[in-house]
């Protein structure tokens, strides 16, 4: 399969813990992006990468929460201190740089905060 | 501030009742406007483009179309399987990556 893989699928921990999801995008995709997702909402822009370079990022992603894709492969999305506010299903996703409006999208990380 | 409003909210169908979803929007300079859809538990799935006023862009029995204010996906005698969660998103002018996705419209289609 050499779609958008994301992990863990799920992840459960208490507030205050630090988590860290990754992100192996396409392949081929030199652009990859967070979004956050909450029930019943649509997907909400977090950061996108072009390469290893972060171009974007969200008023969103507060100080506790930071992204990286050292070699413009993977990425990590780690949330420090974790709040409950923060319970959501993280999205990555990759897109060619002809096509940035067709996202391929993983399955996500579902994280809860208890 | 970009505003995308998808309507219904929900919307239950018999199999083969057509039916439209609206998606209006109120950005800056449109760029791009994006079908997706979503199934339970999984990423959004990428179904259309559509990038200027009178557009049209047909897939089986999906139909998506754009004016200047809003977007409609068209479903014609919908199946069982297109039961999901249909998102628009909107991409303003270049420079500006991200997508502003609405709420979606919650699709469910009864045998």
Known sequence: DTGVSQNPRHKITKRGQNVTFRCDPISEHNRLYWYRQTLGQGPEFLTYFQNEAQLEKSRLLSDRFSAERPKGSFSTLEIQRTEQGDSAMYLCASSSQENTGELFFGEGSRLTVL | ?111
Do not use: M
């Open chain 2, 1 to 111: 501030e970009d505003q995308v409003t998808q309507s219904p909210e929900a919307l239950r169908l018999q199999e083969g009742e057509s039916s439209s979803l609206n998606c209006s929007y109120t950005v800056s300079g449109l760029r791009g406007l994006f079908w997706y859809r979503q199934d339970p538990g999984k990423g959004p799935e990428f179904l259309f483009t559509l990038y200027s006023a009178g557009e049209e862009k047909e897939k089986e029995r999906l139909k998506a179309t754009l004016t200047k204010k809003e977007s409609f996906l068209h479903i014609t005698a919908p199946k069982p399987e297109d039961s999901a969660t249909y998102l628009c998103a909107v991409q303003i002018n270049f420079g500006n990556e991200k997508l502003t996705f609405g709420t979606g419209t919650r699709l469910t289609i009864i045998p």
